[in-house]
């Protein structure tokens, strides 16, 4: 079993930049895919990216596409979401989770391991 902790999140103005950092712990984390989500107030928990075991296939959400790169070292098991050109629709709590499933999977259901969340706030 894995253990996930996010980190990184913050209040920043619209237009800048965070980094957000998830490590993993206990199992390596080579064996699981990868992905990023968020929750903002009222509102259900949608897929943000994911990325696969190797690191060398991604997957974004429409909404952040071309804005936030999904990336992983395994070595430091460590998966980061580099967030640019954020906007005040970006305010949410964004949560790290693993999956066992091979493939890059946007829905939730597919991941069985969640980290605590951090919250992202995003000023206009």
């Known amino acids: 079993q894995v253990q996930l902790v996010e980190s990184g999140g913050g209040l920043v103005q619209a237009g800048g930049s965070l980094r957000l950092s998830c490590a993993a712990s206990g199992r390596t984390s080579i064996d699981y895919g990868m992905g990023w989500f968020r929750q903002a107030p009222g509102k259900e928990r949608e897929f943000v990216a994911s990325i696969g075991r190797s690191g060398d296939s991604t997957h974004y959400a429409d909404s952040v596409k071309g804005r936030f790169t999904i990336s992983r070292t395994n070595a430091k098991n460590t998966v980061n979401l580099q967030m640019d050109s954020l906007k005040p629709e970006d305010t949410a709590v964004y949560y790290c989770?693993?999956?066992?499933?091979?493939?890059?999977?946007?829905?939730?259901?597919?991941?069985?391991?969640w980290g605590q969340g951090t919250q992202v706030t995003v000023s206009s």
């Open positions: 989770a693993a999956s066992l499933n091979y493939g890059l999977w946007s829905q939730s259901f597919m991941y069985s391991i």
